[in-house]
């Protein structure tokens, strides 16, 4: 017997020996609203690192002068960096909303399969929509 076997060696209520995974693969599991929303979680909080530093690259820009702040604006300005500040638009708001879901969590709340169903639509839903009240407000007071 290697380690591998060893390690998947327990014993049930009764004591006796059983052979158990050593983890649940994905294709164990019926895909489910709160997997999909855990990974876009982590995935997210990449995302707004990134965006992050963009914003901040953006801001190095507006203080080392005119032709600086320039560039940048043409960079996020263009379709692409348009595009990338939405998706940190998107990240953001669904970091905030799943955090504010989680901290529910924290205080004991919301824990049934239903609730915990419904409030991971709810967050998808406040998330869209956060996402596009921000863009339709910003493109209505810039124009």
Do not use: K
Request: contains cysteine.
């Amino acid at each position: 017997m290697d380690a591998r076997d060893a390690l998947m060696l327990g014993r049930d209520s009764e004591g006796r020996l059983v052979r158990r995974p050593l983890s649940p693969h994905l294709q164990v599991y019926r895909w489910q609203i709160t997997m999909t929303l855990s990974i876009l979680h982590r995935i997210t909080g990449v995302g707004l690192v990134i965006g992050t530093g963009l914003l901040v690259s953006w801001l190095m820009a507006v203080a080392s002068g005119p032709v600086g702040f320039a560039e940048a604006q043409a960079f996020f300005g263009s379709v692409l960096g348009r595009f990338l500040l939405f998706c940190w638009t998107l990240a953001l708001f669904y970091h905030f909303c799943n955090g504010i879901r989680h901290l529910a969590w924290d205080l004991g709340h919301g824990y049934d399969l239903e609730t915990v169903s419904r409030s991971g639509w709810f967050t998808v839903g406040a998330t869209v929509g956060l996402t596009l009240f921000a863009w339709i407000l910003g493109y209505a007071l810039l124009g």
